[in-house]
């Protein structure tokens, strides 16, 4: 069964952060903050880890970044009390969109400018890291992960995959339990439908199943070691677990190609050698 119990998670995750920064010899940390909930909750976990003073947000809207994703993210970084700067991408997407067209004689598809948003953040935030000597933590979660729904080079680009051994639904968990005292992680981030607004009115769900369906199915086939044929036997619907397998059989490749993550369950997507399992002490 999944587990939603958020303090123990929330705690190994911190530690680790610890842990990584100090044998890396290293005390800032930058992030890409989309006005989502996978940033919000890295950001709230760095924070407590590293301290405000060490923790820099980038705020890089492109033209599907609707307004309330930017201030959300503004308020998330008050809150949090981490600096931020802003980098919007329309121009620096609309001349690579210029220049490819040129390339390819045709117009770029969808897949290849919702890709460029990527990766022209992902150049941004690397950039950072060159210029101040911070390491990049990527936002990825398990859930996505799993089924291939993130961009080489682009937003899977990082020294740490902080949240990658979370699925979705614990993200949520936890960022809940960050607000148990008081009210860090806006409530319109936890409330808003995820999208990786890449495109126009784009949705998670527009792709991937309902995190509500696909989060135990994934447990079950990664975590439980089940067969597609056994979930189904159990009764879950057949057209949902194919579709599930499929999607993570034909993205596995770029499970060889990720940064290291801190492990929190017992079966993580990644290789095992690019998995990082710190003991609590006592």
């Not at 890295?42 to 405000?52: H, I, N, P, S, Y």
């Not at 599930?244 to 499970?255: D, E, G, P, Q």
Request: glycine letters at 6%.
């Amino acid at each position: 069964m999944l587990e939603l119990n958020p303090q123990p998670l929330h705690d190994r995750i911190v530690y680790s952060i610890k842990r990584f920064f100090a044998e890396a010899g290293r005390e800032r940390a930058v992030l890409g903050l989309s006005g989502g909930i996978d940033s919000a909750l890295v950001a709230a976990l760095a924070t407590e880890a590293l301290g405000k003073e060490n923790v820099y947000g980038i705020l890089m809207p492109s033209p599907y970044s609707t307004v309330h994703s930017v201030t959300d993210a503004v308020e998330l970084a008050d809150n949090l009390g981490i600096s931020y700067g802003v980098l919007p991408i329309e121009g620096i997407l609309e001349k690579f969109q210029s220049e490819l067209k040129e390339l390819f004689e045709e117009e770029p598809k969808r897949l290849v400018i919702e890709n460029l948003q990527a990766r022209i953040r992902g150049v941004a935030l690397m950039a950072w890291t060159n210029q101040n000597g911070s390491l990049l933590l990527n936002t990825s979660n398990k859930s996505e992960i799993a089924m291939g729904y993130g961009t080489l080079y682009g937003d899977l680009a990082g020294a740490l995959m902080v949240v990658a051994d979370l699925y979705k639904l614990q993200v949520y968990s936890v960022a809940k339990y960050i607000n148990r005292e008081r009210r860090i992680i806006p409530e319109s981030i936890l409330m808003k439908e995820p999208s990786a607004e890449l495109s126009i009115d784009q949705k998670d769900s527009d792709t991937l199943p309902e995190y509500s369906l696909l989060d135990p199915v994934l447990h079950s086939l990664i975590e439980e070691k089940r067969s597609p044929a056994e979930l189904i036997e159990m009764g879950c619907e057949i057209s949902l677990v194919n579709r599930i397998t499929h999607l993570m059989n034909v993205s596995s490749f770029k499970a060889h190609q990720l940064p290291p993550m801190i492990q929190v369950g017992e079966s993580p997507v990644l290789p095992p050698n690019k998995c990082i399992y710190y003991k609590i002490d006592g």
